[in-house]
């Protein structure tokens, strides 16, 4: 995965929609397109924007949040005061990758978007998975197995993601997270001083070694 993550939001109440676009733009590595407020608009915005995340409500005005998140072809995390066991079953079947009941703390959101972050870095790209890599995405999806993960920052954890199962340095790690090789290096530092990454030196033309990153076993 390089980049940032863009995400679309879709509610009918206007100030729900900055409140959220303000969480996801707070957050390192995504950044939110334009809210919407109706299912005609969020379909116009998929096929000119193509997120790679949408954030949508369940009951709109014109229409139903989980039908669009079906036929959308886009990862998506749905958002409703409805907490019936059946909305959330048919929500999941559509293809959601998570459910937020509202009212939700700031932190539920945020952990997702971590969660969701990981599990697109490790099913990137057109490389075979193997089984172990699809169990861990799916863990990591639901949020499972997290141990290692819970003493760290929510930017390091983009930044452990994102070394995925190579290595890379740390300008590389900056740009496929969406900050700074400053701000990389040293989050990097940290999870070496942890001895969570291992530190490798490659020497180049110029004769000065680059320092080259990779999570430990």
């Known amino acids: 995965m390089t980049g940032t993550?863009?995400?679309?939001?879709?509610?009918?109440?206007?100030?729900?929609?900055?409140?959220?676009?303000?969480?996801?733009?707070?957050h390192p590595g995504y950044t939110a397109l334009t809210p919407v407020r109706s299912i005609a608009e969020a379909r116009d915005s998929i096929r000119s924007s193509s997120p790679d995340l949408l954030l949508a409500d369940v009951f709109l005005p014109d229409g139903d949040g989980i039908g669009l998140v079906r036929d959308a072809g886009v990862d998506a995390i749905l958002i409703s005061a409805a907490d019936d066991a059946a909305t959330v079953r048919r929500a999941l079947r559509s293809g959601a990758v998570g459910y937020l009941v509202k009212p939700f703390e700031r932190r539920a959101l945020t952990g997702l978007l971590?969660?969701?972050?990981?599990?697109?870095?490790?099913?990137?790209?057109?490389?075979?998975?193997?089984?172990?890599d699809v169990d861990r995405a799916?863990?990591?999806?639901h949020g499972?197995?997290?141990?290692?993960s819970l003493s760290r920052s929510a930017t390091e954890q983009l930044v452990f993601a994102a070394l995925g199962d190579g290595e890379?340095?740390?300008?590389e790690v900056g740009e496929r997270v969406g900050i700074s090789r400053a701000t990389a290096q040293r989050h990097l530092a940290a999870l070496a001083a942890r001895d969570v990454v291992e530190v490798r030196l490659r020497y180049g033309a110029t004769g000065r070694p680059e320092h080259r990153y990779a999570a430990r076993a």
């Open 5 to 26: 993550l863009r995400v679309l939001i879709l509610d009918d109440d206007f100030r729900v929609g900055q409140l959220h676009q303000g969480i996801v733009d707070d």
């Open 114 to 132: 971590d969660r969701f972050a990981r599990y697109r870095n490790l099913v990137s790209g057109d490389r075979p998975l193997r089984q172990e």
């Open 138 to 141: 799916l863990a990591i999806l």
């Open 144 to 148: 499972a197995g997290e141990p290692v």
């Open 168 to 171: 890379a340095s740390a300008a």
